[in-house]
């Protein structure tokens, strides 16, 4: 799993690809923990784009950003979220824990606000 990392607006745009899965969660970790530690007040948006594959330990990640991004009164969005995703969030009854935008353009624009 590679992501590249990039700013627009003050946000952070994470783009993962492949599988965030108990083999790769480590380094979605790695990416993701310093844009919340080093920001007084993070923006985070999480493109899915090309990303096939998440698990639940994938997910849990994605939970623990979201509680330290929250403790610091930061946001976290998410954009193209692929079927097998949202059938996990679904599941897990956790949709509204995540904001969740049509593309890159509003969910930006959303967060900087």
Do not use: C, Y
Not at 43 to 54: C, D, K, P, Q, S
Request: proline share 3%; net charge positive.
């Amino acid at each position: 799993m590679a992501t590249q990392i990039r700013k627009q607006d003050g946000i952070t745009i994470l783009e993962p690809s492949g599988k965030i899965t108990r083999s790769s969660v480590s380094k979605f970790r790695a990416v993701i923990s310093p844009q919340i530690t080093f920001s007084d007040e993070p923006r985070i948006l999480i493109n899915f784009e090309h990303v096939n594959r998440i698990d639940s330990t994938g997910f849990s990640a994605l939970m623990e950003a979201r509680i330290a991004a929250t403790g610091k009164q930061g946001r976290i969005g998410v954009i193209n979220v692929g079927k097998h995703i949202k059938n996990l969030v679904a599941l897990n009854w956790l949709v509204n824990l995540f904001e969740h935008f049509d593309n890159e353009d509003a969910a930006v624009s959303a967060l900087s606000a």
